[in-house]
């Protein structure tokens, strides 16, 4: 058969537990995506017979082809809630209106760990679910590139500086989610790539402690976040400029910061598939692309965090500023960006010391290979470095400069030009739902009319002498059907008749297995 019972039991699965999830939402406002994560564990749990992490793996070696199908079921469910989690496109509409609202400390632990709680999940998915699955491993990679570029593109284009930290975590994801896909196309020799995965994954949370800490002390000084009204402000504040030039070159990538390392480490995975793919005489083209599409995003990053550096810290003061208080940071404060901040350099400037042995360490669990000690300061690595850092001063000076930035008699203003293309809240979710809304109230008013048709048919040939009006005991629940306007009959009735028939649809499929 083509669909069996437990196929249909699956599907019941995952529309019973998106509508309990989406309840909940209503009353406890939690994410609807939930209900997706929630759905696909379920079926991990019912179609493998566990969710321990080797015993997934075994299970999953063990699998009879025909339930392929079911597992990539299961885990596009589990994708789609850890990729909202993570902000992975096009799951990210959250992410650059969550940030902008939240305290600055709300922001640093929403960046640093729950987005990694979400890159956690897709990581276990790819390394113990389908580590050889070159279409699930393909998926995954053109969703990161997708995520890197995008988030990078929208953090370029903001004039909010948590907006664009947020889109710029957005872009980092997108890189850790590179580095996942190269996992699974290096297979056996997938050091480099499992490395560089694990190690921006905490270099991006102590970067975002820092700049996110450091935008909440601008915040309290000008209680403001637009460029244009913080312009200048921390022109005589050298400890903080030094603070987060610190995490600004990080996540740019230049070399002798924490970023630089894992960024490396990322683009060389790339590269070493590349030649893979050489020495067995296939085509490379679409990994070249995605070289350069890394490279570009990389340079992306060194131009907006430049355009962020600059207005805070180098332009001219904007007109009717506040003048800042001579304590404008806490001592928590001053020592929580102290402390990242030298993390950060130190591991930089010594990862063959701290880095190395830390990736060695989380590789064990990703089941890498031992792979092999990185000259990360030759020139075939430093090279990528240089070449996305000139990327990233080419945009700055040409985009940034020359049609994000005007000339004032105040001095130079940031425009707002804002992508609303790319907002796919109200490009394409909104109207997805309102369509979905309007079609699925035009079937149940279709199918209501039918039924009050056939009812009023039935009436009048079985009960000739009857006054024209059939009103069951509870109306409420079945429908009122007789000579009332159909404008009265709603589509709350006939939901509701559906909701039975497909609760007991759930009940008999349950009773047939079990």
């Known amino acids: 058969m083509f669909m069996d019972y437990h196929f249909l039991f699956e599907i019941a699965v995952i529309l019973l537990s998106t509508k309990v999830l989406g309840i909940l939402t209503k009353r406890f406002a ?22 321990e992490f080797s015993a997934m793996a075994e299970a999953v070696s063990a699998l009879p082809a025909e339930k392929r199908g079911s597992l990539y079921v299961a885990g596009g469910c589990a994708l789609v809630g850890f990729g909202a989690k993570a902000g992975m496109f096009p799951l990210n509409i959250w992410l650059p209106k969550a940030h902008p609202v939240a305290p600055a400390p709300a922001s640093a632990l929403l960046s640093g760990i729950l987005t990694k709680s979400g890159v956690f999940g897709v990581l276990i998915l790819c390394r113990y679910l389908f580590w050889t699955e070159l279409p699930w491993n393909t998926v995954v990679l053109a969703l990161g590139v997708v995520t890197m570029v995008l988030g990078a593109v929208l953090a370029l284009f903001s004039v909010d500086l948590k907006r664009t930290l947020a889109c710029s975590s957005m872009s980092q994801i997108g890189f ?27 270099n991006h949370s102590l970067i975002k402690l820092v700049l996110f800490v450091a935008a909440g002390v601008v915040y309290l000084g000008t209680h403001s976040l637009n460029l244009n009204d913080i312009r200048g402000w921390g022109r005589n504040k050298p400890v903080l400029k030094v603070l987060f030039f610190v995490g600004a070159a990080s996540i740019a990538g230049v070399p002798g910061f924490s970023g630089y390392v894992s960024k490396t480490l990322l683009h060389e995975s790339i590269v070493e598939y590349i030649h893979v793919l050489e020495h067995a005489g296939a085509a490379a083209g679409w990994f070249t692309t995605v070289e350069w599409l890394f490279l570009l995003s990389g340079g992306l990053t060194a131009a907006y965090m430049t355009k962020l550096f600059v207005a805070i810290f180098v332009s001219s003061r904007a007109v009717g500023q506040r003048p800042a208080l001579k304590d404008y940071m806490s001592p928590g404060t001053h020592a929580a960006l102290s402390v990242g901040a030298a993390l950060l350099l130190v591991l930089g400037l010594t990862p063959g010391l701290t880095m190395e042995p830390l990736a060695q360490w989380a590789g064990r669990f990703l089941r890498a290979d031992p792979g092999h000690s990185v000259h990360y300061f030759a020139w075939v690595n430093l090279k990528g470095a240089c070449i996305s850092l000139a990327i990233g001063a080419a945009v700055y000076l040409l985009v940034v400069r020359g049609l994000l930035m005007r000339r004032e008699a105040d001095g130079m203003v940031y425009l707002d030009r804002w992508p ?26 279709v199918a209501a009319s039918v039924g009050d048709w056939l009812v009023l048919l039935g009436e009048r040939i079985l009960f000739t002498k009857a006054p024209g009006i059939f009103v069951p005991k509870r109306a409420e629940n079945f429908g009122t059907y007789g000579r009332k306007p159909l404008r009265f009959l709603t589509e709350e009735t006939f939901s509701f008749d559906l909701m039975l028939a497909g609760g007991g649809l759930i009940f008999l499929l349950l009773y047939m297995l079990l």
């Not at 995506?33 to 969710?51: E, F, I, K, Y």
């Not at 850790?176 to 905490?202: R, Y």
């Not at 609303?420 to 309007?438: G, H, I, K, M, Q």
């Open 30 to 51: 939690l994410p609807q995506v939930v209900g997706a994560l929630l759905a696909g564990l379920l079926l991990l749990q019912q179609l493998l017979g566990t969710l």
């Open 420 to 445: 609303a293309r790319l907002d796919l809240e109200n490009l394409v979710y909104r109207p997805l739902l309102s369509a979905l809304t309007f079609v699925g109230a035009l079937c149940a008013r």
């Open 176 to 202: 850790i989610l590179v580095g996942t896909a190269m996992q699974g196309f290096l297979n056996g020799e997938n050091a480099l790539a499992a490395w560089g995965t694990v190690l921006h994954m905490l």
